[in-house]
């Protein structure tokens, strides 16, 4: 039996590929999580997060590819990662007909702890994760954001080597989501080596040290969240139109000033493109658009938000705009 | 796989029981916090009882024993048999919810999570069968056995609800809902209880009916549990029970437990 080598990397996943059917999932992916950072994996509906999760996570085996968590082989030595690592799933799984305080120790026992470590260990983490007030009540009354909480508390218990949350905030409220944030910071600052999926970008941005964007099962492109930024090759310039009925024609402006295709948000009524030179180009724009008979409300130069960078990646929008509506399935739900 | 293989038995040989111990107390918990779906639970084979004892009653020939001593043993086995599909919905539930997931990823022991279900469930059924007996004691049932046969009748029955869980978890971890676990257990549920001897002698049946019933799982052990409450030879139909129970339980144990691992 090979020993797990210090010096690796708690995750290392080569060419890993998975097919459902006639699916794709999972088409040769390889990444690799340094200890004590955040991993964001970044895609959206049906990308394959899900998949490589719970393949990291022994759920599932992979078709081809090898991948080591923890130093050791996700398939070939399942026993010996479960010890080490923890997972919150996508759907929070705690059990309704249990308290907060039987869940934790029910899943600290079935770490094989003593009752006492056990007890001490959920009494710990209920505190922790603001939930001691709650913790006689039976968690199918928890809202949204408590099961969510208890759900990665319970993924804590032994603490894991390496962490799985897969979407931790899907299905939360905003104040929710600034939580689970909050304690997905703690984590990290505390130096946990942590696997996060999200179809936010601004997720990614705010928790991740690095993102890996994937897409119909494939890497296209990683990075920190500046690099990708860049990727799109500078900045973009915003123009936001007084009269909506000239919007086409500050898209036309932008279209003859800019690297690629305009962006149009109709609903803001701004026109958005990125430019290389920014700076210098702004000048010309002002004046082609002041021709062209486009009244201004606002002209600017940004950073490009990570949707635009997954725009430029992939050349279609990122799934968040057209996410499915909370309660459809989407398990076996085929892309195009 | 191989290089694990050693290490999954080593885990099962010594985590099989404690870890089923902790699902079984965890399915008891959740039993007793349905309040009513245990009163429903328990009402309906009473009501069972009642029903077959005085609508069925005068119409049955049994010979020379009463028909509630004829009838008892039977129904007892009528209640395993309904109560082991339990098994198969609450493991399709636990699948559907995602909580086979955080089992799954546990260092646990793999056939724990449905040994737990299945020792919950036949605790249940041992609870349910005491109540019968109470019940059919209140109308007229009575032992003529030993008490060696007092206590292993109800103890038969939850012998053979166990081997019958195991097919229902092959089910419940076979199909999507917890719903289609229900209504695909009837399908082999309903056949084993009326070609058996639980509410008619077989001997009124067609031939070839006949050859069947006398040799299902169910008659054999209802036959041995009359024995047993009527104080007769049981020997014969006990040794054919607990046949059938192993033979139950060497085929769909193993592949009840690769089912759950494998589920996706
Ligand atoms: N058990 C399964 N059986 C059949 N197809 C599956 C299964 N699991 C996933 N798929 C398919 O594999 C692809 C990837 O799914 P996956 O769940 O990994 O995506 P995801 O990135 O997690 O998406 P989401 O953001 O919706 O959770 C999808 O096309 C999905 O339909
Ligand atoms: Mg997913």
Request: proline fraction near 4%; hydrophobic fraction near 50%; glycine fraction near 10%.
């Amino acid at each position: 039996m090979q020993a797990a080598r210090q010096a690796d990397p708690p995750v290392v996943v080569r060419g890993i590929r998975k097919s459902f059917g006639d699916v794709q999932a999972l088409d040769g992916v390889s990444l690799t999580i340094e200890a004590g950072s955040v991993l964001g994996l970044l895609g959206p509906n049906g990308a394959g997060k899900t998949t490589l999760v719970r393949i990291l996570t022994t759920l599932l085996d992979p078709d081809g590819g090898s991948a080591a968590v923890a130093g050791f082989d996700v398939q070939r030595q399942k026993t010996q990662v479960r010890p080490r690592i923890g997972l919150a799933g996508q759907s929070a799984a705690v059990d309704g007909t249990l308290t907060g305080r039987e869940n934790l120790e029910m899943v600290a026992r079935l770490y094989h702890m003593p009752r006492r470590d056990a007890a001490a260990r959920a009494d710990a983490l209920l505190r922790r994760f603001d939930l001691l007030e709650a913790a006689e009540r039976q968690a199918g009354v928890y809202s949204g954001g408590m099961r969510r909480r208890l759900d990665l508390a319970a993924s804590l218990v032994a603490d894991p080597q390496v962490l799985f949350l897969d979407e931790p905030t899907t299905g939360l409220d905003p104040h929710g989501r600034l939580e689970m944030w909050a304690v997905i910071r703690e984590l990290a600052s505390a130096g946990a080596t942590v696997l996060l999926t999200t179809q936010y970008l601004e997720e990614a941005d705010q928790l991740a040290d690095t993102i890996v964007v994937i897409d119909h099962g494939k890497v296209i492109a990683q990075g920190t969240a500046a690099e990708l930024k860049s990727r799109t090759g500078g900045e973009f310039l915003t123009v936001r139109v007084s009269d909506l009925a000239m919007l086409d024609g500050a898209r036309r402006v932008l279209a003859a000033a800019g690297d690629g295709e305009p962006v149009v948000d109709a609903a803001a009524g701004a026109v958005s493109v990125a430019v290389s030179n920014g700076a210098a180009r702004l000048a010309g724009v002002v004046r082609d658009l002041d021709a062209a008979a486009v009244a201004i409300a606002d002209v600017g130069l940004r950073q490009p938000t990570l949707d635009e960078v997954f725009l430029s990646l992939t050349g279609h929008r990122a799934a968040s705009d057209d996410a499915a509506p909370p309660g459809r399935p989407r398990r076996g739900r085929r892309r195009a | 796989m191989m290089t694990d293989a050693l290490e999954v038995l080593r885990a099962e040989a010594r985590y099989g029981l404690v870890d089923a111990l902790q699902l079984w107390k965890r399915n008891l918990l959740a039993y007793r916090r349905q309040p009513d779906l245990l009163v429903f639970s328990t009402i309906q084979p009473v009501m069972f009882v009642l029903l077959f004892a005085y609508v069925f009653g005068g119409a049955i020939q049994t010979g020379s024993i009463a028909y509630i001593d004829f009838l008892l043993p039977g129904i007892l086995v009528q209640t395993v048999l309904f109560g082991s599909t339990q098994t198969g919905v609450g493991l399709a539930e636990d699948i559907r919810s995602g909580m086979i997931d955080r089992y799954r990823a546990l260092p646990m022991a793999r056939s724990a999570v449905i040994a737990g279900r299945i020792l919950a469930d036949a605790t249940r059924n041992l609870f349910v069968m005491v109540l019968m007996i109470g019940v059919g004691f209140a109308i007229g049932f009575r032992f003529h056995g030993s008490v060696a046969g007092v206590v292993a009748m109800p103890l038969l029955g939850v012998l053979l609800g166990l081997a019958f869980s195991w097919i229902s978890a092959v089910i419940g971890t076979s199909v999507k809902r917890a719903e289609t676990a229900q209504v695909a257990s009837f399908v082999w549920i309903f056949p084993l209880v009326f070609v058996s001897s639980i509410f008619v002698p077989v001997d009124t049946m067609p031939d070839w009916l006949q050859v069947v019933a006398e040799n299902s799982p169910v008659t054999r052990a209802v036959n041995a549990m009359r024995g047993l409450a009527h104080g007769t030879d049981a020997r014969e139909p006990l040794l054919w029970t607990a046949g059938w129970v192993v033979g139950i339980v060497t085929v769909f144990a193993p592949l009840a437990v690769w089912r759950y691992r494998t589920v996706t």
